[in-house]
Every structure is written in C-alpha cells, then in structure tokens.
C-alpha cells in the first residue's frame, strides 16, 4: 500500500472535483435560462407586446455573461480525461469517447451558431428565425447536457459493453443501451429539471429585488409568473427523477445508496432519515451508528429504495463485511475474485504469446467469470474500508439537496399564489426570502453533483475501475500546480463575472 | 452503411474526419490570428471596437471545434487521447489556459465592475491569439517529429499500482521538451510549424478583415500586415515544409505492423497517394492565389482562396501523417509505441456508430455556413456598433 501515490490520486481527483464544481456554478443557469428567454421571446412574437421583447433582452444580457464562463470551465472538463485520467482514456474511450465527440457534432456546433443570432442578429435576421435560434440555443445546451450525462451515467452504471482480453479495454456492445442505460436516463432527465430549478430561482430572485426597489415592475411581475410556474413544474419533475434516481441508485450502487442515508447497518422496514447529524467518530468502524440526533420516517427508506416497506436495504457495514442472510459477498471477496480475474487476464496474455491454446481458454473463462469484481481486485491486500466512501459528505449533500428541494416548491407555489392574487408587491418577506435563496438554488445544485460523485468513490467506473488505476502518471507536484492555477484563474474570473452580473442588474432592463 | 466498411476502412474514414476537423479548426484560428492584431490595425477604441466585434461573433465557433476536435479523436482514436493528453501535459494544458482567458474576454472587456479592466481583458485575447496557434502548431508538428513515450497495455493488469499506466511519458517536460529536442534538429521543425500557423492565422485574420470592415484607416494597415505577415508565413512554412520532405519518417511494416524508420517517407506518402498530392497542392495554390488577389489586385476576396487553401493543405498534411502505412504519433523513445490509426482505434462497433453520426456534419456545416452569411452579409463598421444595444 506504501507504494500508492496518494498524493497524485487525491490531486487529481480534486483537480476534477475543483473545475467541474466550477463549471457547474454556470452551467444549471444556461440550461434553465435559455427555455425561459425562449419562452419570453415567444410571447414577444406571438404578442408583439415590445416590453417582452425589452424582458427577454434583460434576461439574455445576463445569459451572455453566464455563458462565456462556463464554456471557458467545460473545455478543461472534456480534455481531463486525458491529461489526468490517461489510463481511463484508454480502457473505457470506446465507450466514453463517443458521447463527448456527438455533443460536439450535435450540440455545441447548435449552440455556439445560433447564440450569434441569438445575441447579435435582432437586426439581422427576421423575428421567426431569431425566435428560432433562441430555442436552437435551449435545446443545444440541453442536448449537450444529455450527451455528457450519457457518459457520466455510463460511468455509474457501465451498460453495453465488454471487456476486449485482446485490446485491454472495454468496447462498446450497444450503442441503445449506452444511451438508454437507465441510470442516465434518470440522471439526465433529473439534471436539467433541476437547473431549470436554479434558472427558475435566479429570474425570480432577481426580479423580487426589483419589486422591492419598486423599479422595472412590469418586467419583474411578468419574470416572476413565467420563473415561478417553469420553476414549479421543474420542480414536481425533478422529484418524480429523484425518486426513479434513488431506485437506480439502490440497484446499482447500493453503496452510494447507504452513504447518502448514513445507514451503516443494514436492515428490513429501514427508517429513512429525514432530518440527523453525526456524532463524534465510532471508534469500532461500521459497528454502530453515529447520529447524534436524528428525526427518522418508518420504512420509508424499504420503500425509497425498492417500492417495498418490508424490503433489505443494505448498510455500508453489510456491504463491507457481508451479508450471507441477503446473499451479500463482503468487499474481500470480491477483492479475491477481482485478483483472480486481473491474473488471469495476465496469464492469458501470456498464454496467447506462447500459443498455448487450452491455457488460454482456461484464464479467458476464469477472467470472464470473476469479471464483475475486475475493479476490486486493485485493492488486494490493502483494507476493504478503502472501498468506503465520505458518508457524512454524501449524507449531508443529500439531505441539503432534498430540504431545499423541498423549499423551492414552497417559494414557487407561494410566488404564483400571491403574484395571482396581485399581492406579491406587498409581501416583503416573500421576496427578500426569494432575494436570498438564489444562492441556496446553487448550494442545492452542486449538493446533487457532491451526492453523485462523491457517493461512488472510490470507483471512476463502477465496479471495474478505481481512481488508483485510472489516474495518469504525473508527479504530483505538476497536477497541484495546475489545480492552484485552475483555482487561482476560476476565482478571478468567477469574482468578475459577479461583479458585471450586479452592475447588469443594477442598470436594469432600460439600459 | 458503414458496416460494410472493413475495420481499416473505418479506421481510415475517422482519420479522414479528425483531419477534416483539425483543417477547419487551423483555418478558424484566424480569430486568434485577429485578436494579436488588436493593437496593430487599430489605433483607438473605437477601431479596436470594430475589429473585437468581427471576431467576437466568430470566437465561439474555433472554440467548439477546438472541443469537436478533441471529442472526435477521443471517440475515434483513444490511445492517442491517453498517451499524448496525459504525457504532453504540460503543452496541453498551456492550450488550455490560453482558451479559458479568451472565453470570457470578449463579453467581459468592456462591461461595467469587470474586475480586472479592459486592458487585461485584451491581454487575454493577444496572449491567446499567439499561444494558441503556435503551441497548436508545435504540437502538431511533433505528428512527424515523434515524442518521447512508451505505450504497454498490459500495464493494466501489474499488480504495483505505481506501474498500472499503460502510456507513460519518458521525459520530465511533458511536452515542453519539443522546442529543445536536438536530435534531428526536431526543435527546428516543430517551432517551424508553430510559427507557420501563428503567421496563418494573421493572414486570414487580415483578408478576412479587408473583406468585412468598411474602415479606410484599418483598410490602409491591412494591406501593410499583409505583406509581412504572408512573407513570413511563407519562409517558415517552406522551411517546415521541404525539410519534412526529406525527413526520415516512421513507417509502418503492412505485414507485421512493425514501426521503422524509412528514409524520405512523407515525399514517399505523396508520391504513392498522388490524391493527397493534388489536395496539397491545390490547397498552396489556393492560399497563394488568395495572397495574390489582396497584395496585388484590387479584389478583397482572397480571403475565400486563403482559407478554403488552408483547409485542403492541412487536410493533406494530416493524410501524410497518418496513411499508407504511417505512424500519426510516432514514439522517438520506442519505435514500437508509436500509435497508428489501426492501434490506437476505438472498435469496429464504435467506429460504425459514430459513422453514422458523422452523416450530421455536412447539416451542420451547411446551418454554420448559412448563420455566417447572415452575420457577415454586411460589412461591419462603427456607425453600425454605435446602434447596436449588444456590443463587446
């Protein structure tokens, strides 16, 4: 275990985690944003009421300000892969590669064209076709979101492919199944809802603010209706994907599952936690929890999970050590036949080069039959709680990201009730509470991302590749300073991107 | 379709792609190439207003096919991904940086609380117009110069989790070492191209100027930039040029698939693909004629010749570098690393996949081609800045 660069591993994964929790303080609000300026600029069109045109104007000044700084995060994020997980690029690119190169084909080109008609062409082109861009921006940024949540899905649930003994790599089986894996669909559809969420809380957000300076009302007003209710049916579809995502989660990355829900024993009719904190560190390890306080829902973790209240929902002590009751292998099992599986891939090399046939056929059998535990086999002789991710990080990202789920539906709904009954203006604390949720929007965002990544660690592709054999062989020197110079550049540029973005808001829709 | 196509067919074919797109991203650098110019062919904000705006409608498209470039080969030839990404690191990641700042200089430069000023932001954008183009060059170059690097597959399945890389590189510099490797003068050459293309990419930066901006002050220092620049893009590209023709290049044995060194293998590339000659050919042609009809007629139009030039040399260039029988990422460390179109591939299965994916691009070149015309079908000058409520 000595022998592990750990440094190099943990800089480049916080390498990763650094630009992509950057990327994304940018990218929910292109996703969502860019439907409502699309709604906005119909309305326009289908009105010829000019003040919709001069709101959808307002709306799109600072779109354009968001979206230059995310497409300068996102290209750090694509080329990554290589520069820091060189040997993922490999033993996964047939798979992985694929859906990055058709978000280039089909989306980005989709969004970087028509974004010029978008922001420049209002002379240029007739309305219908500029109307038309607008909505070639949403759904190219949106079509880019599913191409990338394809391959992040794939990572979570690899589908559709086989492993190759000749290429030393995964190779791609069926394309469908990549594509309609049900992890990404569930992951996709539940990612761009929730941005919509976000977008939905800035608009309203920021147009609260004008109500209460009681200046530009009638593009605050009418921001708010059409934010508030995209941001009400964001909502109900988000929770829908949320739960289909939980179910998703227990089938395939059960660990995952028991870290986002602090569960470290196992068992039937499992309490889900609706409200805990953690306690002090249990010094005997996976052998009791550690809440200090905690407000538990009966069964409804069984039912979360599985559609059943009676159902087994493993802990992470299950998972680590087994369960034999549940037909559960212990993580040390699986490191032994994932050792097999890794030798015998060996030995069958050098079978083939020795050309010895009925050898090779023997370890290609004993390599395809341990072939689900490939991954664990990485850990031989290192301690199976290595397998174990962050529970409190997943458990508290989780639970941030629900609440605050939970307290959008309630801003919206209340946002849409008094804005009906023409009384938001009044209702001070309503909009300085929409005021000062923006932020919350992206604490609730990047909480979902944290729950994802975070709960399958150690693994970059479930099951079959962890971080530790995946990484590129850098000093670790070289990657930290990169990551300083990626924080370094990120920040400046994030702190100036608030700063144009205030000023915009400052001048208002009339400038 | 495409699953008629043998798997060296589709091999070929998704060369044929990658090549295409780094052929329009080389021509689409002229927005780099502009934005060095931002201080030369303007002489005050509001000419500088101008040109920042011509480019800044187009910034988005070399960026996108900049990421398009990096995707499709991803998809397509993943080795080549793995090895050069995470052992050239250093090169790439200067790439990258100079990419983020230009990003947001556009739309941050002139905005209100920009933080760090306009004159910043426009450092950005001249920091970027010069490193991208020559680090992409270099970079390129190094398609026939080779690098220092090995390649083992098997490493996946060693047991020291320290060895488990399977492309590793074999120098301290990752890929700073290209302009400074003596051996073969390979400095000579790879700095050669990097300078080619950054002069390229000032040339069609220039003509594309003369033909878009209606500015009889920056009218006048065009055609004086032209001259320069097109003098010096023609010595280093020559030199880079007829020099590789007499390079000892990396083969590949058709039998064996083992890589040697054969002497003068680029000219034997063009001379065995005589197509490749003619595209190459046609593309210096182009890209002459382009030069002639702005230095020396009246016409503005040679921006059309220039770029569409550039395209088809490129093209060529990337067909040399990886047909008949020729290692596209030679390793000078181990010859038999080196990555060929055949082992550096994604499968047949992939490659037919993304085929069929690749039917899209001639719609999306065509809705480009269209969103262009729209933008550019007038010249842009101030008077037309000054009404617009969107400007950079």
Redesign the interface.
């Given at each position: 275990m000595e022998?592990?660069?750990w440094s190099l591993i943990n800089w480049s994964r916080g390498q990763f985690a650094l630009t992509a929790i950057y990327h994304w303080l940018f990218v929910p609000l292109t996703l969502g944003i860019t439907f409502i300026i699309a709604i906005m600029e119909t309305i326009y069109v289908k009105t010829q009421d000019s003040k919709w045109k001069e709101i959808t104007?307002f709306w799109?000044?600072l779109f354009?300000?968001n979206?230059?700084?995310g497409?300068?995060?996102?290209?750090?994020m694509?080329?990554e892969?290589?520069?820091?997980?060189?040997?993922y690029?490999?033993?996964v690119?047939?798979?992985?590669?694929?859906p990055?190169?058709?978000?280039?084909?089909?989306a980005?080109?989709?969004?970087?064209?028509?974004?010029?008609?978008m922001?420049?062409?209002?002379?240029?082109?007739n309305q219908k076709f500029h109307l038309l861009?607008t909505w070639l921006v949403a759904i190219g940024s949106n079509l880019s979101a599913l191409w990338i949540l394809v391959a992040n899905g794939w990572m979570q649930n690899p589908a559709g492919m086989k492993f190759?003994p000749e290429?030393?790599?995964n190779?791609?089986?069926s394309?469908w199944e990549v594509l309609f894996n049900p992890v990404a669909v569930n992951k996709f559809i539940h990612t761009i809802m929730s941005s919509y969420i976000v977008a939905a809380v800035f608009v309203a957000g920021i147009s609260a603010w004008y109500l209460l300076k009681n200046r530009d009302i009638i593009m605050a007003k009418r921001s708010i209706i059409v934010a508030s209710i995209f941001g009400l049916a964001a909502s109900f579809a988000t929770i829908l994907t949320g739960d289909e995502s939980a179910r998703a989660v227990a089938k395939y990355q059960p660990m995952k599952l028991a870290a986002m829900e602090g569960l470290y024993q196992g068992s039937q009719n499992a309490p889900l936690v609706a409200i805990g904190l953690f306690g002090k560190p249990d010094p005997e390890f996976l052998n009791k929890e550690e809440f200090a306080m905690k407000i538990e829902i009966p069964n409804a973790l069984s039912y979360l999970a599985f559609l059943n209240p009676n159902a087994f929902v493993p802990g992470v002590a299950d998972l680590v050590h087994g369960n034999e009751k549940h037909n559960i292998p212990s993580y040390q099992e699986r490191i032994d036949k994932g050792k097999i599986s890794?030798?015998a891939?060996?030995a069958f090399?050098k079978a083939k080069k020795e050309g010895n046939e009925a050898e090779v056929q023997k370890q290609l059998k004993l390599f395809e039959d341990n072939f689900e535990h490939f991954g664990y086999g990485?850990y031989?002789g290192k301690d199976p709680h290595m397998l174990v991710p962050n529970v409190k990080l997943s458990f508290y990202s989780f639970h941030i990201m629900v609440i605050l789920g939970g307290f959008f539906i309630l801003l919206f709904s209340l946002l849409v009730y008094f804005m009906y009954k023409n009384k938001l203006p009044k209702m001070k604390w309503l909009l300085w509470t929409a005021v000062w949720t923006i932020p919350l929007a992206w604490l609730a965002s990047e909480a979902g991302w944290l729950v994802a990544e975070v709960g399958r660690q150690p693994w970059v592709i479930q099951d079959l590749m962890p971080n530790?054999?995946a990484?590129?062989?850098?000093?670790a020197s070289?990657v930290q300073t990169?990551f300083f110079?990626f924080m370094a550049?990120f920040t400046?540029?994030l702190?100036?991107?608030i700063?144009?973005m205030?000023?915009?808001i400052k001048e208002g829709s009339q400038h | 379709m495409f699953e008629n196509l043998s798997l060296l067919g589709l091999q070929q074919y998704w060369w044929a792609i990658v090549s295409l797109l780094g052929a329009l991203l080389v021509f689409l650098l002229f927005v780099q190439g502009g934005q060095t110019l931002i201080y030369t062919v303007a002489k005050n904000e509001s000419e500088r207003k101008v040109i920042v705006n011509l480019l800044g409608r187009k910034w988005e498209l070399t960026f996108t096919t900049l990421v398009t470039f990096g995707g499709a080969f991803f998809a397509s030839f993943p080795l080549f991904y793995s090895t050069s990404f995470g052992g050239a690191y250093w090169v790439w990641m200067a790439i990258l940086f100079a990419f983020i700042v230009q990003a947001v200089s556009y739309e941050y430069r002139t905005k209100a609380n920009n933080f760090l000023g306009q004159k910043t932001f426009e450092i950005f954008l001249v920091v970027n117009g010069i490193l991208a183009p020559v680090l992409l060059g270099a970079a390129v170059s190094t398609f026939f110069t080779g690098s220092m690097f090995s390649v083992n597959l098997e490493n996946i399945v060693l047991t020291n989790p320290n060895s488990l890389t399977i492309s590793s590189w074999e120098t301290p510099f990752h890929g700073l070492e290209a302009v400074w490797t003596i051996k073969n003068l390979a400095f000579l050459q790879n700095i050669s191209l990097g300078l080619a293309v950054f002069f390229l990419s000032r040339v069609l930066a220039v003509q594309y100027f003369q033909h878009q901006i209606d500015n009889e002050a920056i009218q006048s220092r065009l055609k004086k930039q032209l001259s320069i620049n097109a003098i010096l893009l023609l010595v280093f590209f020559l030199f880079w040029f007829i020099r590789l023709l007499f390079l000892d290049g990396f083969a590949v044995n058709a039998e064996t698939k083992e890589v040697f060194m054969e002497a003068n293998k680029y000219f034997n590339n063009l001379i065995q693909m005589p197509v490749v000659l003619i595209i190459i050919l046609l593309g210096v042609v182009g890209v002459l004629w382009g030069l002639f009809l702005n230095l020396f007629k009246k016409s503005m139009n040679g921006i059309f010749f220039t770029g569409a030039g550039t395209v088809l040399t490129v093209f060529g260039l990337f067909l040399i570098a990886g047909y008949n029988n020729t290692s596209f990422y030679p390793s000078t460390f181990d010859l038999q690393s080196s990555l060929t179109i055949e082992n550096a591939s994604s499968s047949k299965y992939t490659l037919t996949a993304m085929s069929y994916v690749s039917l899209l691009v001639p719609f999306v070149l065509a809705y480009i081609v269209y969103v262009w015309n729209k933008m550019d079908a007038s010249k842009i000058s101030e008077t037309e800045l000054m009404q617009d409520s969107h400007t950079y």
């Amino acid at each position: 275990m000595e022998s592990i660069d750990w440094s190099l591993i943990n800089w480049s994964r916080g390498q990763f985690a650094l630009t992509a929790i950057y990327h994304w303080l940018f990218v929910p609000l292109t996703l969502g944003i860019t439907f409502i300026i699309a709604i906005m600029e119909t309305i326009y069109v289908k009105t010829q009421d000019s003040k919709w045109k001069e709101i959808t104007r307002f709306w799109m000044t600072l779109f354009a300000i968001n979206f230059v700084i995310g497409a300068a995060t996102g290209i750090i994020m694509e080329f990554e892969f290589g520069t820091n997980w060189s040997n993922y690029s490999w033993f996964v690119g047939d798979i992985f590669g694929a859906p990055l190169a058709i978000e280039g084909i089909m989306a980005f080109f989709m969004e970087s064209t028509f974004i010029v008609i978008m922001i420049f062409g209002w002379n240029k082109v007739n309305q219908k076709f500029h109307l038309l861009s607008t909505w070639l921006v949403a759904i190219g940024s949106n079509l880019s979101a599913l191409w990338i949540l394809v391959a992040n899905g794939w990572m979570q649930n690899p589908a559709g492919m086989k492993f190759n003994p000749e290429t030393m790599r995964n190779e791609m089986i069926s394309f469908w199944e990549v594509l309609f894996n049900p992890v990404a669909v569930n992951k996709f559809i539940h990612t761009i809802m929730s941005s919509y969420i976000v977008a939905a809380v800035f608009v309203a957000g920021i147009s609260a603010w004008y109500l209460l300076k009681n200046r530009d009302i009638i593009m605050a007003k009418r921001s708010i209706i059409v934010a508030s209710i995209f941001g009400l049916a964001a909502s109900f579809a988000t929770i829908l994907t949320g739960d289909e995502s939980a179910r998703a989660v227990a089938k395939y990355q059960p660990m995952k599952l028991a870290a986002m829900e602090g569960l470290y024993q196992g068992s039937q009719n499992a309490p889900l936690v609706a409200i805990g904190l953690f306690g002090k560190p249990d010094p005997e390890f996976l052998n009791k929890e550690e809440f200090a306080m905690k407000i538990e829902i009966p069964n409804a973790l069984s039912y979360l999970a599985f559609l059943n209240p009676n159902a087994f929902v493993p802990g992470v002590a299950d998972l680590v050590h087994g369960n034999e009751k549940h037909n559960i292998p212990s993580y040390q099992e699986r490191i032994d036949k994932g050792k097999i599986s890794i030798d015998a891939l060996a030995a069958f090399k050098k079978a083939k080069k020795e050309g010895n046939e009925a050898e090779v056929q023997k370890q290609l059998k004993l390599f395809e039959d341990n072939f689900e535990h490939f991954g664990y086999g990485y850990y031989f002789g290192k301690d199976p709680h290595m397998l174990v991710p962050n529970v409190k990080l997943s458990f508290y990202s989780f639970h941030i990201m629900v609440i605050l789920g939970g307290f959008f539906i309630l801003l919206f709904s209340l946002l849409v009730y008094f804005m009906y009954k023409n009384k938001l203006p009044k209702m001070k604390w309503l909009l300085w509470t929409a005021v000062w949720t923006i932020p919350l929007a992206w604490l609730a965002s990047e909480a979902g991302w944290l729950v994802a990544e975070v709960g399958r660690q150690p693994w970059v592709i479930q099951d079959l590749m962890p971080n530790l054999a995946a990484v590129s062989r850098l000093d670790a020197s070289v990657v930290q300073t990169t990551f300083f110079l990626f924080m370094a550049i990120f920040t400046v540029l994030l702190i100036a991107e608030i700063r144009i973005m205030l000023s915009k808001i400052k001048e208002g829709s009339q400038h | 379709m495409f699953e008629n196509l043998s798997l060296l067919g589709l091999q070929q074919y998704w060369w044929a792609i990658v090549s295409l797109l780094g052929a329009l991203l080389v021509f689409l650098l002229f927005v780099q190439g502009g934005q060095t110019l931002i201080y030369t062919v303007a002489k005050n904000e509001s000419e500088r207003k101008v040109i920042v705006n011509l480019l800044g409608r187009k910034w988005e498209l070399t960026f996108t096919t900049l990421v398009t470039f990096g995707g499709a080969f991803f998809a397509s030839f993943p080795l080549f991904y793995s090895t050069s990404f995470g052992g050239a690191y250093w090169v790439w990641m200067a790439i990258l940086f100079a990419f983020i700042v230009q990003a947001v200089s556009y739309e941050y430069r002139t905005k209100a609380n920009n933080f760090l000023g306009q004159k910043t932001f426009e450092i950005f954008l001249v920091v970027n117009g010069i490193l991208a183009p020559v680090l992409l060059g270099a970079a390129v170059s190094t398609f026939f110069t080779g690098s220092m690097f090995s390649v083992n597959l098997e490493n996946i399945v060693l047991t020291n989790p320290n060895s488990l890389t399977i492309s590793s590189w074999e120098t301290p510099f990752h890929g700073l070492e290209a302009v400074w490797t003596i051996k073969n003068l390979a400095f000579l050459q790879n700095i050669s191209l990097g300078l080619a293309v950054f002069f390229l990419s000032r040339v069609l930066a220039v003509q594309y100027f003369q033909h878009q901006i209606d500015n009889e002050a920056i009218q006048s220092r065009l055609k004086k930039q032209l001259s320069i620049n097109a003098i010096l893009l023609l010595v280093f590209f020559l030199f880079w040029f007829i020099r590789l023709l007499f390079l000892d290049g990396f083969a590949v044995n058709a039998e064996t698939k083992e890589v040697f060194m054969e002497a003068n293998k680029y000219f034997n590339n063009l001379i065995q693909m005589p197509v490749v000659l003619i595209i190459i050919l046609l593309g210096v042609v182009g890209v002459l004629w382009g030069l002639f009809l702005n230095l020396f007629k009246k016409s503005m139009n040679g921006i059309f010749f220039t770029g569409a030039g550039t395209v088809l040399t490129v093209f060529g260039l990337f067909l040399i570098a990886g047909y008949n029988n020729t290692s596209f990422y030679p390793s000078t460390f181990d010859l038999q690393s080196s990555l060929t179109i055949e082992n550096a591939s994604s499968s047949k299965y992939t490659l037919t996949a993304m085929s069929y994916v690749s039917l899209l691009v001639p719609f999306v070149l065509a809705y480009i081609v269209y969103v262009w015309n729209k933008m550019d079908a007038s010249k842009i000058s101030e008077t037309e800045l000054m009404q617009d409520s969107h400007t950079y």
